[in-house]
């Protein structure tokens, strides 16, 4: 007779931890985890050491003193008797400004050049083959200090539009002054203003700007609500009315009337003294700056876009003009839409690489925050650990962000497979 | 019946196609000319060419070779062409400023420790022997690597170049790197007969344990020992002398070198399904992207010394080269991460199916595949990071643009810009040009194609 017993039971051995692959990975995270604390303990420690023997310890008021030196290049009040916070702001909108002034240039040029390199014509491809081969080739830090030396050295002197006989002249009708000192621009004025709107005491918002950016949101949501309806009258019946103008008129006329009632008009440069007065002055270090981080972002998104075109098959176009589409609306329905899915995730990257390079802003002396928090106030402060954690914390949460558009984008176009 | 045939019975000889579309005016219509588009932008881009072309020439062909400053040039423009010259080139910085902005202050004849600059001490190697001479090993290393089809022996080169490099441009004894790489040989001794015995864990473990045991504590004192008996020393050469291009060179192939291996790892980090070892490569990976490579610089300038033990103060340059390998790890790290992700899953099951471990998988079959698909972004890596290297003149190190900074403060060449600039981007446009051409060489070296 035999009877049935249950299998030995299998009592757990210590060994079983490193062989049994049940427990292995177990294991090793637990391993990784112990090694992961201690190096962090052993960091952690030797810093409290290190800054206990120097006399420092971690705190960031030093931030609510009194800053005591001037930047130049603003877009907020600043003077150097406000704080090092206040300071840190200017940069970081410094930043900021750079980083879309750039994007938007860059994207530009990028596009140009990069369906012209796919130009059929042989010398055209062939000059923005060098084109992108030259700028890509060379080290951004070179180009912009290349930038800067040259408009100080190859621009005219404000002296030299001075007297009758001037060797230089204004651009576009007297309206812009190109000079070694910088690129003076007309500036919008309001002769009926309406005043600032301050936020929490800290920067005055121009109520004109915030009047203006509001019309404008009203007008675009106006012209898409007409878009809608049209598209509701071709599903009814086929037809599309007409409604560009109407679309356009929303959104202008509207912008139009609040600019005329505000007394809107430009505030032109001019010469007084040994310099210009009056406009906007965009200084040497923000143009060098610019220029070079578009174009030197714009040889990468060209191959991006250059990508990106050859990445759709030629079936498509073949299959669009099949079904009876023009050129026109192959490009505008079937290429483009599947271009982009390619172009627009590398491209988005390509902007953090610029708002991260623009951190090289302290090679020609543009204050952005990398200059302020990251330069003068660590140096005058010699609050190192702080200054630091803060500008990368910037710098993380500007990334984060850039990257979590992108990752919304991806989620929004990704190819629904089977 | 009469024989008359309406039908050709012989064909016609075939005839050549009309000269409009051979040859090069039918080259220059279809490509050039055609259309009238096409035909305007042809014309303007021959007009541009032209204006670039004589500029330049114009510009670059100038007798100031000799020079030895800007008024000096300008002088001799104005001696050779009279004074409506227009702008000329100065190229006697270059003639008096080359040598540094390749070596930076590094001393050409370090036999005698006080030699700098100026004649030759008795007895000396030839001037900058052994930067040189670390080119030339960097070359013979790197070669066979490259190109599969050099004699494999050469690969002994590459395995004694790590070791021979900071030796050759630091100096001291050559017993440091000879028992620093016999801690490898201790650790695969150990590994190959300690193993069978106390057990594969315990071996491994032992592996790693003796060699840096070895490194920690026996070095010092068997280096000091040795080079009592037989010196084999060179004269140092202090961190501070280093720059120019040869500084660009070193941290970039260190950081070049030490990023591939740490970037893999990490991504493996990354794609593996520990959690804890998943988040902290993500981490890592996210934080040194998400930041500027200068706020890195600047944690190794100002912040590092306060992260290590009281008293620890090492070199300027390594704590850049760690900055720079750990920056160019996180980017490296994403870019395998796309090769790996790009692999059929097949691949990873078949490598289960064939009963092979983790490692054994990764190193026989998913890796050669997923380094393969990721070659151009490995190699536009490397050619960012050599880049890169150029942001160390911001925290103070004499790199070449750090170099042109310092000339372009000088007296005698203030107001020199496009011959210095120009001499520097050539430079790097050549080094990372190449790279470039070499992983398209690669790419289609290595297309086994399934397409």
């Known amino acids: 007779m035999t009877t049935l017993t249950d299998p030995p039971r299998e009592s757990f051995r210590l060994s079983m931890l490193i062989y049994d692959t049940r427990y292995r990975s177990m294991t090793i995270q637990v391993v990784a985890m112990i090694c992961f604390m201690l190096m962090a303990a052993w960091l952690i420690n030797n810093t409290t050491q290190n800054l206990e023997s120097l006399g420092k310890k971690i705190e960031f008021g030093f931030l609510a003193e009194p800053a005591g030196y001037d930047i130049n290049q603003r877009l907020i009040d600043y003077t150097s008797r406000d704080t090092h916070l206040r300071a840190s702001f200017v940069g970081l909108l410094n930043t900021l400004l750079v980083a879309v002034m750039g994007c938007v240039l860059a994207t530009i040029l990028g596009v140009f050049i990069g369906v012209l390199r796919l130009s059929k014509n042989w010398l055209i491809a062939r000059i923005m083959t060098i084109y992108v081969e030259m700028f890509r080739n060379v080290p951004v830090l070179l180009w912009i200090v290349l930038f800067m030396a040259v408009l100080i050295e190859t621009l005219p002197s404000p002296r030299a539009f001075r007297g009758d006989n001037a060797t230089a002249s204004m651009w576009l009708g007297d309206t812009m002054a190109v000079t070694n000192r910088g690129v003076y621009i007309p500036e919008p004025l309001f002769s009926r203003p309406l005043g600032d709107l301050p936020v929490f005491g800290a920067f005055n918002i121009s109520l004109e700007l915030l009047l203006l950016v509001a019309i404008l949101i009203a007008g675009l949501f106006g012209a898409r609500v007409i878009g809608k309806r049209a598209d509701a009258v071709q599903e009814a019946t086929g037809d599309r009315p007409t409604t560009w103008y109407i679309q356009l008129g929303v959104v202008l006329l509207p912008l139009i009337a609040a600019l005329l009632a505000m007394g809107f008009h430009l505030g032109y440069p001019e010469l007084k003294g040994f310099n210009f007065a009056g406009g906007i002055h965009m200084r040497n270090s923000l143009i060098a700056l610019w220029l070079a981080l578009s174009f030197y972002t714009a040889a990468f998104i060209a191959e991006i876009v250059r990508a990106g075109i050859l990445a759709i098959s030629k079936g498509q176009t073949e299959a669009a003009n099949a079904l009876g589409m023009r050129p026109g609306r192959t490009m505008r329905l079937v290429i483009l839409p599947q271009a982009l899915r390619v172009i627009i995730p590398p491209l988005i990257s390509n902007y953090l690489n610029l708002t991260k390079n623009s951190s090289l802003a302290i090679a020609v002396g543009y204050m952005d925050i990398t200059g302020t928090l990251g330069g003068i106030t660590m140096n005058q402060t010699g609050r190192e650990l702080e200054c630091l954690l803060m500008l990368m914390l910037v710098y993380l949460a500007i990334s984060l962000t850039i990257s979590g558009v992108m990752n919304w984008y991806n989620e929004r176009v990704k190819l629904v497979e089977r | ?451």
């Open chain 2, 1 to 451: 019946m009469s024989d008359v045939s309406f039908v050709r019975t012989e064909m016609l000889p075939q005839q050549a196609p009309p000269a409009t579309s051979v040859g090069l005016v039918g080259w220059s219509r279809e490509n050039l000319f055609s259309g009238p588009v096409n035909s305007i932008l042809t014309i303007l881009s021959l007009i541009f060419i032209y204006f670039v072309i004589s500029g330049v020439l114009h510009w670059a062909i100038s007798p100031t070779w000799a020079a030895t400053s800007l008024g000096e040039c300008r002088e001799m423009i104005a001696a050779a062409y009279g004074e409506g010259a227009g702008h000329k080139a100065c190229w006697g910085v270059i003639r008096e400023r080359w040598l540094q902005l390749m070596y930076g202050f590094y001393p050409p004849y370090p036999v005698v420790p006080s030699a700098n600059f100026g004649a030759a001490p008795e007895g000396a190697w030839p001037a900058f022997f052994r930067p040189n001479l670390a080119f030339v090993l960097l070359v013979l290393a790197v070669v066979p690597v490259l190109f599969s089809n050099l004699p494999r022996k050469m690969l002994w080169i590459t395995a004694a170049f790590p070791f021979l490099l900071p030796w050759l441009l630091w100096g001291g004894t050559l017993w440091t790197p000879i028992l620093v790489a016999l801690g490898f040989v201790i650790g695969y001794l150990v590994m190959r007969f300690a193993a069978p015995v106390v057990g594969t864990i315990a071996g491994f473990i032992l592996a790693v344990a003796v060699p840096l045991l070895w490194w920690g504590f026996a070095i010092g004192p068997l280096a000091d020992a040795f080079s009592s008996v037989l010196p084999l020393a060179i004269p140092e050469v202090q961190s501070r002398d280093f720059g120019g291009f040869m500084l660009s060179i070193t941290i970039g192939v260190v950081a070049i070198g030490c990023s591939l291996p740490l970037g893999i790892l990490l991504a493996l980090g990354r794609q593996s399904n520990l959690l804890i070892l998943r988040s902290i490569c993500i981490g890592f990976i996210e934080f040194i992207r998400g930041v500027p490579l200068i706020t890195l610089l600047f944690v190794a300038s100002t912040l590092l010394n306060i992260f290590l033990p009281p008293g620890t103060n090492f070199d300027i340059i390594l704590r850049v080269m760690i900055m720079v390998t750990l920056f160019a790890a996180a980017y490296m790290a994403e870019v395998i991460r796309g090769g790996l992700a790009a692999l059929p899953k097949g691949q990873y099951e078949g490598a289960d199916s064939l009963g092979l471990n983790y490692w054994q998988a990764q190193r026989l079959i998913i890796m050669p595949q997923a380094l393969k698909i990721s070659i151009p972004g490995i190699v536009s890596t490397f050619i960012g990071v050599f880049k890169d290297t150029t942001l160390v003149s911001i925290i103070g190190l004499l790199d070449p643009i750090g170099l042109s900074n310092s000339i372009r403060a000088d007296q005698a060449w203030n107001g020199i810009v496009w011959e210095l600039y120009g001499f520097i981007a050539v430079l790097f446009f050549i080094f990372c040009f190449s790279m470039s051409r070499y992983s398209m060489y690669l790419e289609r070296k290595l297309q086994t194609g399934h397409r």
